[in-house]
């Protein structure tokens, strides 16, 4: 998943309203604690009625099942956390259309790198695409992902294959580094 939303260095509670494909979550204000908890949240916004509604969250997530995972990080630690595996991001729901209203000023993060948003009001919508996302080496060419990739755009480009198939052989590649990468995690 990707990370929508954090919470800055201290945990703080999102503030705002949140509408997910048809569905309007009122976020409640309250003044009890400043410290994000997850359960206390999902219970406030009556999750498990409300959220059943876009998708029940129970499949692993998938780079091909058409929705966009939207996600809680408590905060910049947490996320530290999250990018050496030593914990999880809290997934709030799966949905193929967001729509974020934020009150004030935010850490955000949106498929990249993260940024201070200002309030506002923030519309991802999933692209009807093929899902093409591998996980990139860390210098170009270092990966087999990177080279399978490079290697279709080289195709491309000289018309030994066209878009279609291009985007064909990448979404297969990309479920099957998907397939690999899940079991990995579940034999560790």
Not at 84 to 98: D, F, I, K, T
Request: glycine letters at 6%.
């Amino acid at each position: 998943g990707v990370p929508l939303w954090s919470h800055g260095e201290r945990p703080q509670r999102p503030r705002g309203r949140r509408h997910s494909d048809g569905d309007l979550f009122a976020r409640q204000r309250s003044s009890s604690s400043d410290d994000f908890d997850s359960e206390e949240f999902a219970r406030e916004l009556d999750y498990e009625e409300k959220l059943s509604k876009v998708t029940a969250c129970d499949m692993p997530s998938s780079c091909q099942d058409g929705l966009l995972d939207i996600v809680s990080i408590k905060s910049i630690f947490h996320m530290g956390q999250i990018k050496v595996g030593l914990s999880r991001a809290q997934l709030v729901c799966q949905c193929s259309e967001v729509e974020i209203r934020l009150k004030k000023k935010v850490p955000v993060q949106i498929d990249g790198e993260p940024w201070k948003q200002n309030s506002g009001t923030i519309r991802i919508r999933r692209k009807k695409e093929p899902a093409l996302m591998l996980h990139r080496a860390a210098a170009e060419g270092g990966g087999i992902e990177t080279e399978v990739g490079s290697l279709l755009e080289w195709a491309e480009e000289r018309k030994i294959i066209d878009k279609n198939v291009h985007a064909t052989l990448m979404k297969e590649f990309s479920r099957r580094i998907e397939s690999k990468t899940r079991a990995r995690r579940v034999s560790s």
